[in-house]
Every structure is written in C-alpha cells, then in structure tokens.
C-alpha cells in the first residue's frame, strides 16, 4: 500500500472514533448506541446540525478482529425546518428500509426508531461510489432520518 492511502485511512478512522462512555447510552442490558451528533454532521454535512441522535458504528464492539470496513447505522433528529429545505432541493418518494437492521453491530437498534414511520428517500441524497455507500430515508411528522453508510468519509 502506498503511503498516502495508508495516510488516509488512519485520517479515515481518527475522524470517527469508537463510542466511549461519554458518548454513549443504553437501552437495556447489552443494548448500547452512540449519541454524538458531530461524526454524524461530518459524515451528512447536506443535513445540517442534528437536535439528537442513536446510532451505532461497525468498530463499536468487543471483537478481537475488527472490521476493516466502517459501517454506521441509525436515526438522528433533524433541526427544525432542514427537511423542507431538502425538499425544497430534491425530489422525494415513498420508500421503507428493505429490512430492520440486519448486521450483527445494529442489534442496538432494532425495534427503535419514530412510532408508525413514513418513510421517504432521494436518490440525490443516497450515495454509491469507491467502496462506500449512504442511505437515508427521512420521516417528515417527527424530522427522523434513518441512515446506514458504509466508509462515510470515503
């Protein structure tokens, strides 16, 4: 590997940091998430400043072998009139998570998330490109983005 891509990987992994105990919650035994807003703001800057958040990432864990990839899932709370905004900009259609957080790291979050969702997505919004991946969909009655990305910071 060249110096430079191993440059940015380690920029890549300092940029979000596994969940310590300041940042972290917990709903139950075992169940714990992340509740810091700014990895989340860096990551979807088009969002805006986040009001709150519960998310989880792939390197949050107790392995021994951590995974090489960085993956984060989970549902923040959008400031008050950022969703308009994006709509304003992007066309939105009707459009659920195909399933309720399949992987292994997400367990935190099944079962969570805003009571009877309408979800909606845009294309415009989700991202596929050089080994990473975001998908949002967004509940308009209680602001919620839902998200899971895979490499968020490229």
């Known amino acids: 590997m060249k110096r430079r891509e191993l440059l940015g990987i380690a920029a890549g992994l300092a ?5 310590g105990a300041l940042g972290q919650e917990s709903n139950g035994p075992e169940r ?22 519960r998310w989880v990432s792939s390197r949050d ?3 021994d072998l951590p995974s090489p990839e960085l993956a984060i899932s989970g549902f923040a709370r959008l ?22 957080f399949p992987s292994w790291f997400e367990e935190p979050l099944r079962g969570e998330g805003p ?8 294309d415009t919004l989700d991202r596929d490109a050089d080994g990473s991946s975001t998908r949002l969909w967004f509940d308009r009655r209680t602001r919620t983005v839902r998200f899971r990305a895979l490499n968020p910071y490229g």
């Open 115 to 122: 009571d009877d969702p309408h979800w909606v997505r845009s």
């Open 79 to 100: 400031a008050p009139g950022t969703l308009a905004e994006l709509a304003a900009a992007h066309t939105f259609v009707s459009g659920a998570p195909a399933d309720d």
């Open 61 to 63: 864990d107790e392995r």
């Open 32 to 53: 714990r998430w992340c509740t810091d807003t700014e990895p989340l703001e860096q990551a979807f800057p088009a969002l805006g400043p986040l009001a709150d958040a």
């Open 15 to 19: 940029v979000l940091p596994v969940c």
